[in-house]
């Protein structure tokens, strides 16, 4: 099999070519700026054993595996991640969250900020990255999902604390910033099920995919530095229900921040010293 008999395969099979090219990539050893390579050498053949790897990369995709999962890594905000089933693949939606959290507090030196359910480490890598003078703590409710943020922190050298825990319940301290990217699926939201291969725990959240961002919510005032913000990631339409809630905890200056699609992808707002 040659390499352009290979992606004829994968296409065949439903994959686009973007992803075919880079899963070929994966099984011959090189990395995802070789694609022009790909080209060059569209003749070569396949060694039984590149071919083997790829077929059994290609129908894991098919069957709808995330593409982050099978080459091992993800970039975000510009920061090339490990990622693998234990956490999230992180979305650029996300990177929403970390430019409203840098805007937010771009005259604010040594700020001590709190990533909630911090998955792969992404918002906290990024926000370390860009402001090596803050204090990021990362938090997870799992340990294998803290092992992968660990892992991506001293792979980019960027110096993170590392919690254990249930959102803020055990959390000491308090903070300029709390941010978080929780779970804001609904239990029965048919999207699920094109999820089903990354970790439920960190989608799903009740009835209403609100679970866990009132629990954040409930618990973050007493984690609050004065005029600290709460800033949250959501559902495309949860946005009012978030505010609201805010509003409800006497949360001040609330407002919600759109993607680049233009969505309500973040909602958030200040507490003010009691």
């Keep these: 099999m040659t390499l352009t008999q290979a992606l004829t395969t994968a296409s065949a099979l439903g994959l686009d070519r973007l992803d075919a090219q880079l899963l070929l990539l994966q099984a011959l050893g090189r990395d995802d700026g070789n694609r022009a390579w790909l080209l060059t050498h569209d003749c070569d053949l396949l060694a039984p054993v590149n071919e083997a790897v790829f077929l059994a990369l290609a129908r894991r995709r098919a069957a709808g595996e995330p593409l982050a999962y099978l080459t091992g890594h993800k970039e975000f905000y510009g920061l090339n991640l490990r990622v693998d089933a234990r956490v999230l693949v992180p979305r650029p939606d996300t990177e929403t969250l970390v430019d409203w959290t840098l805007e937010l507090l771009r005259d604010v030196r040594l700020a001590h900020v709190i990533d909630l359910g911090t998955g792969s480490g992404a918002i906290a890598l990024a926000l370390k990255h860009t402001r090596p003078d803050w204090t990021l703590t990362a938090l997870d409710a799992s340990p294998a999902a803290l092992e992968v943020a660990q892992t991506n922190a001293r792979n980019l050298e960027l110096d993170l604390q590392f919690q254990h825990g249930s959102w803020l319940q055990q959390v000491p301290g308090r903070f300029d910033a709390i941010v978080s990217n929780p779970p804001y699926i609904a239990a029965q939201d048919h999207h699920l099920g094109a999820l089903a291969h990354e970790p439920t725990q960190a989608l799903s959240s009740g009835a209403d995919g609100l679970h866990d961002i009132r629990q954040i919510i409930a618990q973050a005032p007493s984690r609050m530095l004065p005029n600290g913000w709460l800033l949250l990631e959501h559902g495309y339409n949860q946005a009012l229900a978030v505010r609201t809630l805010l509003s409800e905890a ?6 919600s921040r759109h ?14 010293q009691r």
């Design 250 to 255: 006497g949360f001040e200056d609330v407002r």
């Design 259 to 272: 993607d680049l699609s233009g969505i309500e992808r973040c909602s958030g707002a200040r507490w003010r």
